[in-house]
């Protein structure tokens, strides 16, 4: 199985043609953090769009998506989060995952303290369903992970996932410390590579790692 992740709207018609052709293949279709400029908020085309790829494909994901202040852009310098592009865009399309029931896969990088404070906040409403979140290649602190896992009604529904090619750049106390904290039935991992040929040496090595330091 591949989930095939999108980045922006122009790459969602390659991604819905892929999952048709391949069985194995299911489709995520989102707008990525780096990305968030490239649309406006207020246009309900995109919008549209996304919804429309989301029913059509039953088996589709919501991502990726997500918040990230360490990117900047290469031609303006700029960091989209900084000037408020991202949140906006993430939260619409939250809404669409909540709306559809659609698993939700979340990049985060440098921003755990704005996502967790807006998941405190939709925690909060009663009415609100949640479908399956993910937070991959998770690089936040176990502190975080307790935290999140402990807010009412959406901390049920998260899942954090690791990767060699983010996770393992370092071998840090602060990523030991992170894996040791999800629970064994919320934990997974990930290639989080963007090249077809690397994915199962990835793969193998971050479970590797996993099942050593758990002793498993």
């Not at 018609?13 to 406006?40: M, T």
């Not at 996304?50 to 059509?56: A, E, F, V, W």
């Amino acid at each position: 199985l591949v989930c095939l992740c999108s980045v922006s709207p122009i790459e969602w018609e390659g991604v819905f043609e892929l999952s048709q052709r391949y069985p194995n293949v299911k489709p995520c279709f989102g707008i990525h953090p780096w990305n968030a400029h490239e649309v406006d908020p207020s246009d309900e085309n995109w919008k549209q769009q996304l919804k429309q790829y989301l029913i059509h494909c039953p088996n589709s994901l919501l991502g990726e998506v997500g918040l990230d202040k360490a990117w900047k852009n290469r031609v303006t310098g700029t960091n989209s989060f900084q000037t408020g592009q991202q949140q906006p865009i993430f939260e619409i399309q939250f809404e669409i995952g909540c709306e559809l029931n659609k698993p939700i896969n979340i990049h985060c990088v440098q921003a755990h303290g704005w996502l967790f404070d807006f998941f405190r906040k939709v925690s909060t409403d009663k009415k609100r369903t949640f479908p399956p979140i993910l937070l991959h290649s998770f690089t936040g602190s176990a502190d975080m992970i307790t935290g999140l896992l402990r807010l009412p009604r959406i901390g049920s529904k998260l899942y954090f996932s690791f990767s060699e090619v983010i996770n393992l750049r370092t071998h840090s106390k602060k990523l030991n410390a992170a894996v040791l904290a999800v629970p064994r039935d919320r934990l997974l991992i990930e290639s989080d590579h963007n090249v077809c040929g690397f994915q199962h040496t990835c793969m193998v090595n971050i479970l590797k790692f996993i099942c050593s330091l758990r002793n498993w």
